[in-house]
T-cell receptor, first 116, second 112 residues
Framework: GAVVSQHPSWVICKSGTSVKIECRSL??????MFWYRQFPKQSLMLMAT?????????EQGVEKDKFLINHASLTLSTLTVTSAHPEDSSFYIC????????????FGAGSRLTVL | QQQVKQSPQSLIVQKGGISIINCAYE??????FPWYQQFPGKGPALLIA?????SEKKEGRFTISFNKSAKQFSLHIMDSQPGDSATYFC???????????FGTGTRLKVLA
């Protein structure tokens, strides 16, 4: 089946530094990927839609300059948390659509970010 | 109009019992309703999904019941097992878009 891989699975960084999280579709091409943020015991909140070869579309309230998204190929999207602060600590999850029209999303295993 | 309300927030069931989780949506444009299972520290995994042209879908021990007029759908887990202990999210979306609206989640614990 379709597999979405995220890396790293967890990362700890100092306040003020930037962190990059990768999302890869391993056995299929994904023109669109999605990035979510999940706080402990809470639901998934869509942050942005990552489009291959074009700019990402951000949800209302999400700072595009803070959460940089790049989708340079059909199998890779990256989320960079710039100048991270403790309040950015969260579980970040990506997903990709397996095939057009099927409405099926496959999620990655998530990346736990802790900002000290 | 974009909310998906999920209940209960948490649920404890004895092994072998039936777990029932309910969701209600508002946007009548939604036509795809998946359920995801999430274990701690992992991403959500698709469990089962339904479209509004059917009122029920069953896959193994998991059944979705769908009431279009009431804009409600529910997940039933028959013969619940300790391994089913996880957080379950319902979601709603529209064909041609993958921007799901997720429910708030239900933490299920099945006692051995």
């Amino acid at each position: 089946g379709a597999v979405v891989s995220q890396h790293p699975s967890w990362v700890i960084c100092k306040s003020g530094t930037s962190v990059k999280i990768e999302c890869r579709s391993l056995d299929f091409q994904a023109t669109t990927m999605f990035w979510y943020r999940q706080f402990p015991k809470q639901s998934l909140m869509l942050m942005a839609t990552s489009n291959e070869g074009s700019k990402a579309t951000y949800e209302q309230g999400v700072e595009k300059d803070k959460f940089l998204i790049n989708h340079a190929s059909l199998t890779l999207s990256t989320l960079t948390v710039t100048s991270a602060h403790p309040e950015d600590s969260s579980f970040y999850i990506c997903s990709a659509s397996v095939s057009s029209g099927a409405n099926v999303l496959t999620f990655g295993a998530g990346s736990r970010l802790t900002v000290l | 109009q974009q909310q998906v309300k999920q209940s209960p927030q948490s649920l404890i069931v004895q092994k072998g019992g039936i777990s029932i989780i309910n969701c209600a949506y508002e946007n009548t444009a939604f036509d795809y309703f998946p359920w995801y299972q999430q274990f701690p520290g992992k991403g959500p995994a698709l469990l089962i999904a339904i479209r509004p042209d059917v009122s029920e879908k069953k896959e193994g021990r998991f059944t979705i019941s769908f009431n279009k007029s009431a804009k409600q759908f529910s997940l039933h887990i028959m013969d619940s097992q300790p391994g089913d202990s996880a957080t379950y999210f319902c979601a709603a979306g529209s064909s041609g878009t993958y921007k799901y609206i997720f429910g708030t989640g239900t933490r299920l614990k099945v006692l051995a």
